[in-house]
């Protein structure tokens, strides 16, 4: 694992001091500099925890429980898209999950263009915050689905991932106000817990279907019969880039026709 993150710093490092040519080195570029390090820091200590925490070889028992094609049905989950649409793609996803970050700041925006607004795919977000390793995690789970009663899990979506370094209670109670929710309701919801168990309910859905960590992904075909029901036929672990994706649902594509 050390010479791993050895490469890493050398890296990050790398792309913080190696500067053009005709670069001043200004007071204030150094301050940006020192700032940046910083941030570097902070990303390379969550990543050496996540190297801790990486599980064993599986057990021939675990590896059983790897995911098998089945019927999923959503339920109420958040949908984007139209739920006719012949692809439907399940993502289990942590708010303060890097990778997690990456694929919504990197991929998400690429598929929404190509498959989700053009009909052809329908996104589905489920809960699966890790708590060992990201304290806020769970209550923004809870705070997105509370924004979910509103009809605002969107909102609160896009808000959260784009500060997951921010998501203390008070924090998630001010975006509440930002994007326009009933403070009051959204509060209330909140501070009970009241969709804990959801959140419980959606880790152990992705739990039968062999999620062990964030992002995964699951991709099936839509039943035009009951849209509820999804025939999952292909998972996808971990951060991908958007060629992985465009792989599996154009495969699916083909396959609906």
Not at 65 to 70: E, G, L, R, V
Not at 95 to 111: G, T
Not at 233 to 247: E, N, P, S, W
Request: glycine share 4%; charged share 25%.
């Amino acid at each position: 694992m050390k010479p791993f993150l050895v490469i890493i710093t050398a890296a990050l490092m790398l792309s913080v001091f190696t500067q053009p040519a005709h670069a001043k080195s200004t007071k204030e570029e150094v301050i940006e500099l020192k700032a940046q390090v910083a941030e570097m820091q902070k990303d390379l200590a969550e990543i050496k925890q996540l190297l801790k925490q990486r599980p064993a070889a599986p057990s021939p028992s675990a590896r059983q429980t790897a995911f098998q094609p089945q019927t999923i049905s959503l339920g109420n989950s958040p949908v984007k898209g139209d739920e006719n649409a012949p692809v439907t793609l399940i993502e289990f996803s942590d708010y303060q999950c890097p990778f997690c970050a990456r694929n919504y700041r990197d991929v998400m925006p690429i598929l929404q263009e190509e498959y989700i607004d053009t009909g052809k795919v329908r996104f589905v977000m489920r809960e699966n915050p890790l708590a060992n390793l990201h304290k806020d995690a769970t209550n923004a789970s809870i705070a997105a689905l509370c924004a979910h009663d509103q009809g605002e899990y969107w909102a609160m979506h896009d808000i959260m991932f784009e500060n997951p370094k921010q998501l203390s209670v008070d924090e998630l109670k001010g975006y509440a106000v930002e994007i326009g929710l009933n403070a009051a309701e959204f509060d209330d919801c909140l501070d009970s817990q009241e969709h804990a168990k959801t959140v419980r309910s959606d880790m152990a859905s992705g739990a039968k279907l062999g999620v062990r960590g964030t992002p995964a992904f699951v991709i099936g075909l839509t039943q035009q019969a009951d849209p509820d029901k999804v025939d999952a036929k292909i998972f996808i672990k971990g951060a991908q880039g958007i060629d992985r994706f465009r792989a599996s649902i154009d495969d699916l594509l083909e396959a609906s026709k």
